[in-house]
């Protein structure tokens, strides 16, 4: 993907991003002769922003509960589900009748923030709109479907973390997280400068084990020059 960064706010020093160019897919191998196809729909005009003079908590956090609560067991029900946002797991999955919360996402919570901090991602606030892409999972190579829907990807320069609560419905917590690294407004153009995008999203039910299980995966994407 290639980034086209504007000119700093004099007050608050951000700059706005560009995706002025990508390639046609970004593709990463699921394994089983499929292909996770991401096609972005460039030009992506304030696509994102940097923070050249810091000051602004621009990491991410992903949090789902994997159990909010089982239907029908101490007066739970699907309203409640439903209340809290979730999903109830049908009698087909690992764990019938089981709520799955939602994505909850927030910032970061760092203290001090970054020079050079980077969201690239849709944020109402800043008038960011992210990376739009069409998504598609198909045999290599990619060929992508103008009928696929657009998502908004969000990717941070950090520091990010996933947590799945009640992992694997569970008594555990998953937790994946990562310092990430800022940008340069100064070295913005130099190439393999510093900074990586980073993305972490919670997936219930993504893996299957050696024994057929089937368990949940708190993944970290990274994107580095």
Same mark, same amino acid.
């Not at 809290?84 to 919570?109: D, K, Q, Y």
């Not at 069409?134 to 657009?150: D, K, R």
């Not at 694997?168 to 990430?180: F, I, K, M, R």
């Given at each position: 993907?290639?980034?086209?960064?504007?000119?700093?706010?004099?007050?608050?020093?951000?700059?706005?991003? /560009?995706? %002025?160019?990508? %390639?046609?897919?970004?593709?990463?191998?699921?394994?089983?002769?499929?292909?996770?196809?991401? $096609? @972005?729909?460039?030009?992506?005009? =304030?696509? *994102?922003?940097? !923070?050249? /003079?810091?000051?602004?908590?621009?990491?991410?956090?992903?949090?789902? #509960?994997? $159990?909010?609560?089982?239907?029908?067991?101490?007066?739970?029900?699907?309203?409640?589900?439903?209340? !809290?946002?979730?999903?109830?797991?049908?009698?087909?999955?690992?764990? @019938?009748?089981?709520?799955?919360?939602?994505?909850?996402?927030?910032?970061?919570?760092?203290?001090?923030?970054?020079?050079?901090?980077?969201?690239?991602?849709?944020?109402? /606030?800043?008038?960011?709109? *992210?990376?739009?892409?069409?998504?598609?999972?198909?045999?290599?190579?990619?060929?992508? %479907?103008?009928?696929?829907?657009?998502?908004?990807?969000?990717?941070?320069?950090?520091?990010?973390?996933?947590?799945?609560?009640?992992?694997? =419905?569970? /008594?555990?917590?998953?937790?994946?997280?990562?310092? *990430?690294?800022?940008?340069?407004?100064?070295?913005?153009?130099?190439? #393999?400068?510093?900074?990586?995008?980073?993305?972490?999203?919670?997936?219930?039910?993504?893996?299957?084990? *050696?024994?057929?299980?089937?368990?949940?995966?708190? #993944?970290?994407?990274?994107?580095?020059?």
């Amino acid at each position: 993907m290639d980034l086209s960064a504007g000119v700093p706010d004099p007050t608050t020093g951000l700059a706005y991003i /560009d995706v %002025s160019g990508a %390639s046609d897919f970004i593709s990463l191998d699921l394994g089983g002769g499929m292909t996770l196809c991401i $096609h @972005p729909l460039v030009p992506i005009t =304030n696509a *994102g922003v940097i !923070a050249c /003079d810091g000051g602004f908590d621009l990491g991410a956090t992903a949090i789902q #509960n994997h $159990h909010v609560g089982e239907v029908g067991v101490g007066g739970f029900t699907e309203q409640a589900c439903a209340t !809290a946002g979730g999903t109830v797991e049908p009698a087909t999955a690992p764990h @019938p009748n089981v709520c799955n919360g939602p994505i909850v996402l927030g910032p970061s919570g760092t203290s001090q923030p970054p020079l050079g901090s980077v969201l690239l991602g849709p944020d109402a /606030d800043l008038g960011t709109q *992210g990376l739009l892409a069409q998504v598609t999972i198909e045999p290599p190579p990619c060929q992508g %479907s103008a009928q696929a829907p657009t998502t908004q990807f969000s990717f941070s320069s950090g520091p990010v973390e996933v947590q799945i609560l009640a992992a694997n =419905n569970s /008594d555990q917590v998953l937790t994946v997280d990562d310092p *990430g690294e800022p940008f340069s407004c100064v070295a913005w153009t130099q190439e #393999n400068g510093p900074g990586r995008l980073l993305q972490a999203r919670p997936v219930l039910h993504a893996l299957i084990t *050696g024994n057929m299980s089937v368990v949940d995966a708190a #993944n970290l994407f990274t994107l580095d020059d």
